[in-house]
């Protein structure tokens, strides 16, 4: 199989089973079809995958979608997550798909919207039109809201209140963005419906008018942002992941965002080449990704509720590779790295989150204590991800931050560099009190451990496992991917 | 031509200045539907006189959606609601009146600023589609209501409809296309959302979703 | 100066007092009433001119004084409005600001007379006389900078006898709209004040001349009429500023158009309720909001 006969599929197939999923009459049926249509998904997009990575870009349709190293790199990492999150997603609602809480009707909606948010989000990755590309991310936003109210709880209601209204309002602001990239195409005389090609685009950068596509990228930056979670447009992000269930948490946080800001990232070396690689793009992103990593340390000190503790952990992360991105060479790759690395990480963090909260029915963080005695896969889980989120040393992300410390550094860029380092240790201390806190402040009252199968212990470990091992020894092919992706953005040459 | 496609752009500002100056929710969605229709009018205005284009056809699909579709789903959940028909305004009726005399005249000066290449024949078009967005954001930030912010949020739309008929020669269907689909699917979500909303809290009142902070 | 101009000024004069009594003829009709007699006005008048005055003790000469220099404003006014083409008595440029402001001049006398007489009530109705024209006066003044702008001119006769060209029709429209909630709402009508009124607590403009009686309240009475006639002169002449009419049909058709803006008056009293005091302001902003849009459509247009 050709990547180019795949790619159509990659799209249709999951809209085919979330068609089937309404119809399911089952809970468990559900949940079960779920994990086996995201996995079959996530084969096929493997495989696509990696044919594009072998043998190079893929076009189809007319060159309306297309396929290489940068969206085959993202699209790696949102397999993974989704795999991760159907996986979960069954431990997750066992128990209220047996005492009932999980109506068959609610659990073929929850199939539904989660096969639909899987299409949309590849929409985004496979299209190569930015036209298509915004209506993935639109639709994946109307997909994703309803994911967040599940349980219509007026706390969720109120999170997706808000997420629905700033990330419709943002992504009507992307759109602006988009309309002035195609008046921008005015001087290359590009016409018709292939004037927002990506490649097409980038062919003619030279000749785009430079005025206009600046205008355009920043309407493209605030409103893509906005849903990417970037400082100071994140205040929906907290709210939603706090409220959606975990699985949902775990896909918001670990590739929604990402999905946004792969957006912004395809329009950098557009912008780049029109203008000259002057670093203009680049510096936006780059004032973006610090504001948001230390309004995130702000935020975090403050927590109280470790679900939002993880939402705005994401803000920070996603703001890591922002910068990352912006800084440029080097740079890009090692954001690319942090974006797999935090992209395994993170879902874990909060799948272990999401059960602790209903062991200890809380997500207050003074409520939870000695979770390793009362909830030791869940709670060795936490605290494992939280110190690997965090930058401790042998884990990959530690490696990620370094580099892309590392490449600010080699770019005298000593403002930025000093400014991350203030940030990152601001979330370490913050971090680490509440770590200490969760493993050993005594608990008011004991409880029996909780039992646990070695499915679930499996399913935390090994990626966590990984995470460890690619912070000692990242494998020639990743290296090689990433290397070709950060060369879309225009970094390394 | 041009007396009738400036006539409608001044129409569609009055509607943007009514809208700040309104008080009860239903008005608001006959001011809006009146500006849905104004916005699919528009491109009709601009294609001298060309019928049956692909552009008109889009016009019809614009005033059908926005001029009946859209008042009668929010119609409806304002129905079933069953709550206060104030707007409800964080900002009150006059500052926000100021506040659009402020964003056309800004709205104006930007467009001498900015000086796009447009491809329409009428030079109002750009700076009323800058002056709704702005209306449209300010709606939406400052009223309190669920439902004037779904108003807020058609207003930003047709602004971003105008600004594209302005800039965008050719126009590209599946992005107009687009723009139909997404706002359809939109406002039904946030249709749906205000029952919930509702139902849950025996209010439509966006204000009283506060709990969630820090 | 020439005879026509004098046959505008005189008309004007003249005929003034009967723009009330065609409105209340008007209501009249709408409620199905005979109603008092077109000339009602004219009679009040005359029956006021025989009576004596009272004054209170509390007053001072600022009392007796402001209705006469209220009279004079409001003369002064309308010496600088032309009929269409016809040119007014007197015009020099920037004559338009001195149209505006000799109502203002008339308004700051009438609310320090109505602060004089220190009573409770007509304080009362001064404040939001003064609240209202606030908003009033920058869309009457917008306004004219609108049509200044438009046709080149800053005297109103140089306004009125230049056309504006086609692609002024929105703004001169704009205009209009926005002088006619202005002339309602300097005139005391119907939506913003309700002449008729028998609670003063609801009143505005009549709660201000309580304590006027004799002849000093004919002189009232009298200003009010012109301030009327040359409010709406001015809102006929933007509005008819395109038909090509010279000479004595000019000043019939303003003179009749005064007619006809009564009646219209009249309709819209019968048809509409008063405002809330709270909303006048809304609808002041309103008219402030168009005049803007006009002034930037013609700036945009003639630029």
Redesign the interface.
């Known amino acids: 199989m050709s990547a180019e006969n795949t790619l159509p599929i990659l799209i249709l197939a999951p809209l085919i089973f979330g068609g089937i999923s309404l119809l399911l009459r089952s809970a468990r049926g559900a949940l079960r079809f779920c994990a086996a249509g995201t996995l079959a998904t996530a084969a096929l997009a493997g495989i696509t995958a990696y044919n594009v990575l072998r043998g190079g870009p893929a076009e189809t349709a007319n060159g309306w979608l297309m396929l290489d190293a940068l969206s085959a790199q993202h699209l790696l990492a949102m397999i993974t997550v989704f795999c991760l999150s159907s996986l979960y997603a069954l431990i997750y609602f066992r128990e209220e798909a047996a005492d009932g809480r999980l109506t068959p009707k609610m659990a073929g909606r929850y199939g539904g919207l989660w096969f639909g948010s899987l299409a949309a989000m590849m929409l985004v990755l496979v299209s190569n039109?930015l036209?298509?590309m915004?209506?993935g991310v639109?639709?994946s936003t109307?997909m994703t809201?309803?994911l967040i109210?599940i349980h219509?709880?007026?706390?969720a209601?109120?999170?997706?209140?808000?997420y629905?209204?700033m990330c419709?309002?943002g992504v009507?602001v992307a759109?602006?963005g988009?309309?002035?990239v195609?008046?921008a195409t005015?001087p290359a005389g590009l016409?018709?419906?292939d004037?927002?090609l990506w490649t097409t685009l980038m062919e003619a950068a030279s000749r785009l008018?430079p005025m206009?596509l600046k205008?355009g990228f920043i309407f493209i930056v605030i409103g893509y942002g906005t849903k990417a979670g970037l400082a100071p447009l994140h205040n929906w992000l907290?709210?939603a992941h706090?409220?959606a269930p975990a699985p949902v948490s775990a896909v918001f946080s670990g590739f929604l965002l990402n999905a946004a800001l792969y957006c912004i990232l395809r329009c950098l070396p557009l912008v780049e080449a029109a203008t000259g690689n002057e670093g203009w793009g680049r510096s936006i992103l780059v004032i973006f990704g610090l504001l948001s990593i230390l309004v995130a340390a702000a935020?975090i000190v403050?927590?109280?509720d470790v679900k939002?503790l993880l939402a705005y952990s994401s803000v920070e992360h996603i703001g890591i590779m922002a910068l990352g991105a912006g800084i440029g060479g080097a740079g890009a790759a090692a954001a690319l790295f942090h974006l797999i690395n935090h992209s395994i990480c993170k879902p874990i963090a909060f799948f272990c989150a999401g059960r602790i909260g209903q062991i200890y029915g809380t997500h207050d963080l003074p409520g939870l204590t000695m979770i390793i005695r009362r909830a030791p896969v869940w709670g060795a889980g936490l605290i494992i991800s939280l110190l690997a989120l965090v930058g401790v040393a042998p884990f990959s992300v530690f490696l990620s931050e370094f580099l892309v410390l590392k490449a600010a550094v080699d770019h005298s860029l000593y403002v930025v560099a000093a400014l991350f380092l203030l940030g990152l240790g601001v979330v370490f201390i913050a971090v680490l009190r509440h770590i200490i806190a969760m493993a050993w402040k005594p608990a008011e009252q004991q409880a029996g451990p909780v039992k646990f199968s070695l499915p679930e212990a499996l399913l935390i470990f090994i990626p966590l496992a990984i995470v460890l091992l690619l912070g000692m020894w990242i494998p020639g092919p990743l290296l090689k991917i990433l290397s070709r992706a950060a060369q879309v953005l225009g970094g390394l040459s | 031509m041009i007396i009738l496609l400036d006539t409608l752009l001044v129409t569609l500002i009055l509607t943007g200045f009514l809208l700040l100056g309104s008080s009860r929710l239903g008005a608001s969605i006959r001011i809006s539907a009146l500006q849905g229709i104004m916005t699919g009018l528009l491109p009709l205005a601009l294609e001298h006189g060309d019928l049956f284009s692909y552009v008109s056809l889009l016009g019809v699909a614009v005033i059908g959606l926005k001029g009946y579709v859209f008042p009668r789903l929010l119609f409806s959940a304002l129905r079933e609601s069953d709550t206060s028909r104030e707007v409800q305004p964080f900002v009150g009726y006059m500052a926000s009146l100021f506040f659009g005399i402020l964003f056309l005249m800004g709205s104006f000066w930007l467009d001498t600023r900015?000086n796009?290449?447009v491809h329409s024949s009428s030079d109002l078009l750009v700076p009323v589609a800058f002056s709704l967005?702005s209306c449209g954001?300010f709606l939406?930030v400052a009223r309190r209501t669920?439902m004037s912010?779904v108003i807020g949020?058609l207003v930003?739309?047709n602004g971003?409809y105008c600004?594209?008929l302005a800039?965008?020669?050719?126009m590209?269907?599946?992005?107009e296309l687009?723009?139909l689909?997404?706002i359809f699917?939109?406002v039904f979500?946030?249709g749906i959302?205000i029952y919930?909303?509702n139902?849950?809290?025996d209010h439509i009142d966006?204000d009283r979703?506060?709990?969630?902070k820090? | 100066m020439n005879t026509l101009s004098i046959l505008n000024l005189l008309a004007g004069l003249i005929l003034a007092p009967l723009l009330p009594g065609i409105i209340n003829r008007t209501k009249a009709v709408f409620a199905g009433r005979h109603g008092q007699p077109v000339l009602q006005t004219y009679f009040d008048i005359f029956k006021l001119l025989r009576k004596g005055a009272v004054y209170s003790r509390t007053t001072s000469w600022v009392f007796r004084l402001s209705p006469v220099i209220g009279l004079a404003a409001v003369i002064a006014a309308m010496t600088l409005l032309p009929a269409l083409s016809a040119p007014a008595p007197v015009s020099f440029a920037g004559d338009l600001i001195l149209f505006a402001y000799c109502f203002g001049l008339l308004r700051f006398f009438l609310v320090a007379a109505a602060l004089d007489t220190g009573s409770a009530f007509e304080g009362m109705g001064a404040s939001r006389e003064v609240q209202f024209s606030a908003l009033a006066e920058p869309a009457l003044l917008l306004g004219l900078a609108a049509l200044a702008r438009a046709t080149g001119s800053l005297s109103l006769t140089g306004i009125f006898s230049a056309s504006a060209g086609p692609s002024a029709g929105p703004a001169l429209a704009l205009v209009s709209a926005a002088l006619f909630i202005v002339f309602l709402a300097e005139n005391a009508r119907i939506p913003v004040d309700d002449p008729n009124t028998h609670l003063e607590l609801t009143m505005i403009h009549e709660v201000m001349v309580l304590d006027y009686s004799g002849p000093d309240f004919a002189i009232i009475l009298y200003t009010s009429s012109l301030k009327m006639w040359a409010l709406g002169a001015l809102l006929v002449n933007v509005l008819f500023s395109f038909l090509p009419l010279h000479g004595p049909a000019a000043v019939a058709c303003v003179a009749g158009s005064m007619i006809l803006l009564s009646v219209l008056v009249g309709i819209v009293e019968s048809i509409m309720a008063r405002l809330s005091l709270l909303k006048v302001p809304q609808l002041l902003a309103g008219a402030v909001a168009i005049s803007v849009l006009a002034l930037t459509l013609v700036l945009r247009f003639t630029s």
């Open positions: 039109s036209g298509m915004w209506v639109e639709a109307l809201a309803f109210c219509a709880s007026p706390g209601l109120e999170a997706m209140w808000k629905l209204l419709s309002v009507a759109f602006t988009i309309l002035l195609a008046a005015g016409h018709g419906m004037a927002l008018n206009m205008a907290p709210d706090s409220h935020f403050m927590q109280r939002r | 900015l796009l290449p967005m954001l939406i669920a912010q949020y930003l739309e971003i600004f594209g800039v965008v020669s050719g590209p269907l599946l992005l687009g723009v689909m997404d699917v939109a979500v946030m959302a919930h909303i139902r849950e809290f966006a979703l506060s709990a969630l820090g």
